[in-house]
């Protein structure tokens, strides 16, 4: 009889697994027994599924799993500097810090050495702040490429995602920061001049770390705005 | 089996940065990997090749993963993805050419132990081993890359024609047809029935 075998190809799994409806199993009982090719296809398909089972299972060799399979190796402790980062978001805390005293208590916070006029202040604060922030730019920068060379597809742009989000929530933080001094600037300048004198004689215990900022400032190097604004304790 | 930790924590962590993860990942599967590929290539050293290979791939595109514990289906697709290339590559190289390949019935031990300096093997059961793999292997390098593909998949991972669709991105009829075909052009061989 003619058998274009069709039958059997499309239910030789479920007429083995007996899967089958009564009628299809009886069509295809008939196919095996009148169809050569479709009853020895048949056989080998119930040989090969007990040659299957005699595989034995072989014990995988040593290999490096991060050197072969992970290329090139990622050092994951390595490309962020956890410590800068720490000092950077403490040196805006302090800073967001002082301009809250300045803002509740100002005549007691603007005490730096009495030669320094409101002026040239708020200049060095500007240009501090500015250099500071060019500083960390470039330095998340470098540390972004370094990142990104070392980091493969996705899990790459998953960490440049965050270095993203970090960078810009920290510009925003910076840009607040000297937003606000400029207003600030403004609204007590009248009375700075007033208060110059009096501000001179009473130095506050608590300004000491806005003291070693604004003197960094002025030996001109913003580089060492990290370890001048690093608190001694917190 | 009980498992500790599910695929999906695993992958997690490791993309989180965890190398222990990934390591836990990879031993979890290699086994299997390791298996197919030994089934799929001539010789263990080509299985080596190969099973690094996935596994690259496999952290390559792990960001990618979206399965719900559909991760040993997609390691598979990557897997065979890879040893499509891979035969195909080795055909062009003509160091490879049927007849001239290096088989493990003749350079497995060697290549074997040196890969393993760590395990110890009872040289007997091993070779016993080896025989009956040896064999199995025989049989399915009767066939052709797509044919003995799906042989594998179908008899040896036991996954269903429409995972095997999945994973080969080749449709149901297909693959239907080209099982009957695979199981057809072994008869002539007999080499099934001297197997067993
Ligand atoms: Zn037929």
């Keep these: 009889m003619h058998c274009n075998h069709q039958l059997v190809i499309e239910h030789i799994d479920s007429y083995i697994e007996g899967n089958l409806s009564p009628e299809v199993k009886r069509e295809i009982d008939h196919m095996l027994d009148n169809c050569k090719e479709c009853h020895s296809t048949h056989q080998q398909y119930l040989e090969m599924h007990q040659l299957s089972h005699q595989w034995q299972e072989q014990d995988t060799p040593d290999w490096h799993r991060v050197k072969y399979a992970v290329r090139p190796p990622v050092k994951q402790s390595n490309w962020l500097n956890w410590g800068a980062m720490a000092t950077s978001t403490m040196a805006i805390l302090m800073v967001v810090f002082q301009l809250e005293i300045v803002s509740a208590d100002r005549g007691l916070t603007i005490s730096f050495g009495g030669s320094q006029t409101e002026e040239k202040i708020a200049n060095l604060v500007d240009s501090q702040l500015a250099s500071y922030k060019q500083a960390l730019d470039v330095s998340f920068e470098s540390k972004l490429n370094v990142a990104l060379e070392r980091q493969d597809n996705l899990s790459k742009i998953r960490h440049a995602n965050w270095i993203e989000k970090n960078r810009s929530e920290r510009q925003q933080d910076i840009k607040f920061v000297m937003t606000g001094w400029q207003s600030q600037r403004y609204e007590d300048q009248k009375q700075v001049d007033q208060q110059l004198s009096y501000i001179a004689d009473n130095q506050i215990e608590n300004n000491q770390a806005i003291n070693q900022l604004f003197q960094s400032v002025s030996n001109g190097r913003g580089r060492k705005a990290n370890s001048s604004l690093r608190p001694n304790k917190l | ?196």
């Design chain 2, 1 to 196: 089996m009980f498992q500790i930790n599910k695929d999906e924590t695993l992958i997690d962590k490791a993309l989180g940065g965890s190398e222990r993860s990934w390591v836990g990942l990879v031993k979890r599967y290699e086994g299997l990997v390791y298996n197919y590929c030994l089934r799929m290539t001539f010789n263990s050293s080509d299985a080596m090749d190969l099973m690094q290979e996935v596994f690259l791939a496999v952290y390559r595109n792990l960001p990618s993963y979206r399965g719900q514990g559909q991760f040993k289906g997609w390691m598979m697709r990557i897997a065979a993805n890879k040893t499509t290339d891979f035969l195909r590559s080795r055909g062009r190289n003509p160091l490879h050419r049927a007849g001239e390949v290096t088989d493990d019935s003749f350079d497995n031990d060697g290549l074997f132990q040196s890969r393993a300096s760590s395990h110890t093997i009872d040289p007997a059961s091993h070779l016993a081993q080896t025989n009956k793999n040896q064999q199995i292997k025989e049989v399915l390098n009767k066939l052709s890359d797509d044919h003995k593909q799906v042989v594998e998949l179908k008899f040896f991972q036991h996954f269903t024609f429409e995972e095997i669709s999945q994973q080969t991105g080749v449709s149901v009829n297909t693959l239907k047809t080209r099982l009957y075909t695979a199981l057809n052009k072994l008869k002539g061989f007999s080499e099934i029935q001297n197997a067993l």
